[in-house]
C-alpha cells in the first residue's frame, strides 16, 4: 500500500487529489496540510511514503520543505511536486533539491496516478514537456545566471515579474514587505539587473517565464 498526505493550500486541490487517489486499492491518503510547515509536522509523524506538494504555499514554500525533507536522513517521505502550468518553471532546481517527481495540475488522473507509482518503486518521474525541456538543455549545455540564486530568491523574482507588490508578495510568504525588498534587492544584484522589465525578459530569455504570461509592462 502506497501512503500519502497532499500539502496544498487549496483545500480544492487536495479534495481533488484525495478523490482520484483514494479510489485505487494500492494508494491511501492519510493526512492533508493547507501550509509547508503543517505538511512538515505530518510527514515527521506520519512517515509517508509520497508527498505530493505545492510550490507556493503562505510561509514556507514547497521548494523549502522538499530541501529540508531532502537533508533529513530520518525522513524517507518522497516528494513529487504538483503545480499549476503557469508555475512550472522550477524543476532543475527542485530536482536538485531533492523532488523525485514533478507534474501540473493540468495533468490527467492517469498522469498523476503512474507518476505515484513510478516515485513509490525509487524512480524519478517528470511530466513529459520538462522532461524534454530539461534534456535539451543538458544538451545544449546550457547555463542560467538564475542557479545563482536561492530558493526563496527565485520565488520572490517569480511573484514580482507578474506583477505582486511587496505588501502581497509578503502576505503570502509571511515575510515583511522590507524583507521582500531585500530579497528583490539581491536577486536582481545577483542577476545584475536594474529594473522589473529586464528581470522579465531576463526570465523569458532562459525559459523561466512564457512570453504571454509576462505582465510588467503589459
Given at each position: 500500500m502506497i501512503n500519502l498526505v497532499l500539502i496544498d493550500d487549496h483545500e480544492l486541490v487536495r479534495?481533488?487529489?484525495?478523490?482520484?487517489?483514494?479510489?485505487?486499492?494500492?494508494m491511501t491518503v492519510s493526512g492533508e496540510a493547507g501550509t509547508a510547515e503543517d505538511g512538515l509536522?505530518?510527514?515527521?509523524?506520519l512517515k509517508p511514503d509520497i508527498a505530493l506538494v505545492d510550490v507556493h504555499m503562505p510561509g514556507m514554500s514547497g521548494i523549502e520543505l522538499t530541501?529540508?525533507?531532502?537533508?533529513?536522513?530520518?525522513?524517507?517521505?518522497?516528494?513529487?511536486?504538483?503545480?499549476?502550468?503557469?508555475?512550472?518553471?522550477?524543476?532543475?532546481?527542485?530536482l536538485e533539491a531533492g523532488a523525485f517527481g514533478y507534474l501540473t495540475k493540468?495533468?490527467?488522473?492517469?498522469?498523476?496516478l503512474n507518476a505515484v507509482r513510478q516515485v513509490a518503486k525509487g524512480r524519478r518521474y517528470l511530466a513529459p514537456a520538462?522532461?524534454?525541456?530539461?534534456?535539451?538543455?543538458?544538451?545544449?549545455?546550457?547555463?542560467?545566471?538564475?542557479?545563482s540564486l536561492s530558493s526563496r530568491e527565485l520565488e520572490v523574482a517569480m511573484m514580482l515579474v507578474r506583477g505582486?507588490?511587496?505588501?502581497?508578495?509578503?502576505?503570502?510568504?509571511?515575510?515583511?514587505?522590507?524583507?521582500?525588498?531585500?530579497?528583490?534587492?539581491?536577486?536582481?544584484?545577483?542577476?545584475?539587473?536594474d529594473h522589473l522589465v529586464s528581470l522579465a525578459h531576463l526570465m523569458t530569455?532562459?525559459?523561466?517565464?512564457?512570453?504571454?504570461?509576462?505582465r510588467i509592462g503589459s
Open positions: 479534495t481533488g487529489f484525495r478523490m482520484i487517489l483514494q479510489q485505487q486499492p494500492d509536522k505530518l510527514i515527521r509523524t530541501e529540508r525533507v531532502d537533508r533529513s536522513k530520518l525522513m524517507k517521505t518522497r516528494i513529487i511536486i504538483v503545480t499549476i502550468v503557469d508555475d512550472a518553471r522550477f524543476p532543475k532546481r527542485l493540468g495533468c490527467n488522473a492517469e498522469e498523476l520538462v522532461a524534454q525541456q530539461l534534456a535539451l538543455s543538458t544538451l545544449e549545455g546550457e547555463q542560467s545566471p538564475f542557479d505582486k507588490p511587496l505588501t502581497s508578495i509578503g502576505e503570502q510568504l509571511s515575510l515583511s514587505p522590507k524583507t521582500v525588498s531585500t530579497y528583490k534587492q539581491r536577486l536582481m544584484e545577483k542577476l545584475q539587473v530569455v532562459h525559459g523561466l517565464l512564457d512570453s504571454h504570461n509576462n
